[in-house]
């Protein structure tokens, strides 16, 4: 799927909605919930102090990153200090400034497949070479050594984890986790670690941080965010954690390309760290409650399946008879006025699916978007092309 067939897709969800349908969108990645109001409380405050009006230290504020590494050290072993935490504007740049740090232009960077897609944007925008890993769906898409060995070179340079993962919703087991870890180690090879969605695990899976891991320091880098959990996909504020000696590397990158995150919304975050660090818990009920609406929409849809979310906010899912992804997307919005995105936009390994995103919906509106695909008329044509002209 390129760019243009996603835009058409976005393009004609709007135009559905303008002519009056009720679209509804399982599109984007986005959290139902807002900040805490301790974080819009700091940030009320900080506009009256003109110290927030400064840049802040390029690695973001002090109390940010002692507070960070605290709460990250309780909740899941991670041993980083402040040192060890750079502040970024979001998740993205915290990918991009470890890509940076990490990859030289011609280095192969291994992506477990079903994929980010903004993990190979800033892999092959800084001239890496990605180097998908295609992943085993009987095994829930959880990637496992086995599956990353044979992807692995002499120019291997880094492995990139993202767990729980967008697109799939899949946990790497901890024991496994272990193994891809020392694996990687012994053969020099950094593995990325994007821990964007580590408090949003459900019903027995185990989060286990890359910064938990022994000797993570020399071959570990983790990058998380605050906008999921906190609501806060406008505010951007994330996350690198490193070495303190790759961090003061990577400083120079930072300072490069944006000085240090924006420092009122720092303040926000530090707010919500220090008086709600465990807001996002709270909506974990309501997330099981609508995977639970999918997970029973999908029982009753005939040659649809699912291999079940354990973290995240996304149900991957796969229609029998091998449809090209793109024009099942379109074919289901055309239909059904249901959005959804082409599960080949994440890798070859996402073709054939759909990714469904379950955070801003109801269980109400996940129950009739599953009622409304099943009674989508099949596709008319595999060879018809991906997607029909009127997108
Ligand atoms: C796995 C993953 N990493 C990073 C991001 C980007 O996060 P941010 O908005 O903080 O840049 C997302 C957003 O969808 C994501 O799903």
Redesign the pocket.
């Known amino acids: 799927v390129s760019e243009a067939q996603f835009d058409a897709l976005k393009l004609k969800a709007a135009q559905l909605r303008a002519a009056g349908h009720d679209v509804i969108n399982l599109g984007q ?1 986005v959290p139902g919930w807002g900040p805490p109001p301790s974080a819009t409380a700091a940030a009320a405050a900080a506009l009256a102090d003109p110290e927030a009006h400064l840049y802040s230290a390029d690695a973001g504020l002090i109390e940010l990153r002692e507070a960070l590494a605290a709460r990250l050290r309780e909740t899941h072993g991670a041993t980083a200090t402040a040192d060890d935490i750079i502040i970024t504007a ?4 915290a ?1 991009m400034l470890a890509a940076m740090s990490v990859i030289d232009a011609g280095d192969e960077v291994i992506l477990p497949s079903p994929l ?1 897609i ?1 993990h190979r944007m800033s892999v092959e925008a800084i001239g890496g070479v990605p180097i998908e890993a295609p992943l085993q769906e009987q095994h829930g898409f959880r990637p496992r050594w086995s599956d990353i060995a044979p992807a692995v070179t002499a120019r291997t340079r880094a492995l990139v984890l ?1 767990s729980p993962s ?1 697109p799939t919703g899949a946990v790497v087991d901890p024991d496994e986790l272990q193994r891809i870890s020392s694996e990687a180690r012994r053969r020099d090879i950094t593995l990325i670690c ?1 821990e ?2 580590h408090r949003l695990v459900f019903g027995g899976a185990v989060h286990c941080s890359g910064a938990s891991l022994p000797h993570w320091r020399d071959h570990v880098v983790v990058v998380g ?1 605050f ?1 999921k959990s906190f609501g806060m ?1 406008g505010w951007r504020i ?1 996350y690198m954690l490193a070495s303190s000696t790759l961090c003061d590397q990577a400083i120079k990158i930072q300072d490069a390309m944006i000085i240090c995150a924006p420092v009122i919304a720092q303040r926000a975050v530090l707010a919500a760290i220090g008086q709600d660090w465990d807001y996002p818990l709270r909506f974990l009920p309501e997330l099981e409650a609508r995977r639970a609406a999918l997970r029973s929409g999908f029982e009753q849809v005939p040659g649809w399946r699912w291999i079940e979310a354990m973290g995240g906010l996304f149900a991957f899912v796969r229609v029998d008879g091998s449809h090209s992804a793109a024009a099942l997307a379109a074919h289901a919005l055309e239909q059904t006025q249901v959005v959804t995105i082409p599960g080949s936009m994440f890798g070859r390994s996402g073709e054939g699916y759909l990714r469904l995103s379950y955070g801003a919906a109801t269980a109400a509106q996940l129950s009739e978007a599953c009622r409304r695909l099943g009674r989508m008329t099949p596709l008319p044509d595999e060879s018809a092309g991906p997607i029909p002209p009127s997108i």
């Open positions: 990645a979001g998740g993205n740049q990918f980010f903004n993202c967008n994007d964007t969605y965010t906008s996909t994330g």
